[in-house]
Structures are given as C-alpha cells and as structure tokens.
C-alpha cells in the first residue's frame, strides 16, 4: 500500500510557475515508478512526467518547461512548473506503480492548477 498526498496547486498567471509536491507514506526506493498525470474538464487523464529505472521522461507539451525531481530522504517527487500556459489548466496527480505479480497503482487526491490572468 502506499498513500500519497500532493500539494502546491493553486492560481498563477500566464508565464508564471509553480512547484507541486507529492509525498508518498514509504520509501520511493520501494516504488517501481512515479508519474505525474493530469485532467482538464472534459478531457482525459493524461501522462505529464514519469521516472522510470532512473530515466525521466516528459509528454512533448511540457518539456522544456517541467521539470520532475525527487527527495528520496523525504520520499517526495516534486513537479517544478515554469512558463505556465492557460493548457496546463487541470487537476493535477500523482501515481505511483509497484509492480509485483502484476501491476498496482495507487494515486494522489489531486491538486488543482489554474493558469490564468
């Protein structure tokens, strides 16, 4: 089981940037991956920065411009977000998978992000 609590949301206007937290109740050592995803009203969740086998990849319309970090000391991943876009609007959250005899995921309450002036 892993619990995971995210923080950090909130309004910012165009250009400006913002650092979501998400601390999970283990080790991330423990943790096969950790993502960030994302859902705008009326869209589907989407995949916005994983870690994988210490690899970071980004989906193309963030990159450049997250940045996707970890504290393993205090079993914390940080999204850092820079130039925000009225786009990046959504509920923000963190995943976690550990795969053991398949594959679970457990996920963050969520964090709304607001881009607007």
């Known amino acids: 089981q892993v619990q995971l609590v995210e923080s950090g949301g909130g309004l910012v206007q165009p250009g400006g940037s913002l650092r979501l937290s998400c601390e999970a109740s283990?080790?991330?050592?423990?943790?096969?991956?950790m993502g960030w995803y994302r859902q705008a009203p009326g869209k589907e969740r989407e995949l916005v920065a994983v870690?994988?086998?210490?690899?970071?990849n980004y989906a193309d319309s963030v990159k450049g411009r997250f940045t996707f970090s970890r504290d393993n000391a205090k079993n914390t991943v940080y999204l850092e977000m820079n130039s925000l876009q009225s786009e990046d609007t959504a509920v923000y959250y963190c995943?976690?998978?550990?795969?053991?005899?398949?594959?679970?995921?457990?996920w963050g309450q969520g964090t709304q992000v607001t881009v607007s002036s």
């Open positions: 995943n976690a998978k550990i795969i053991s005899d398949g594959v679970r995921n457990y």
């Open positions: 870690i994988l086998t210490g690899e970071t």
């Open positions: 283990r080790s991330i050592f423990s943790i096969d991956v």
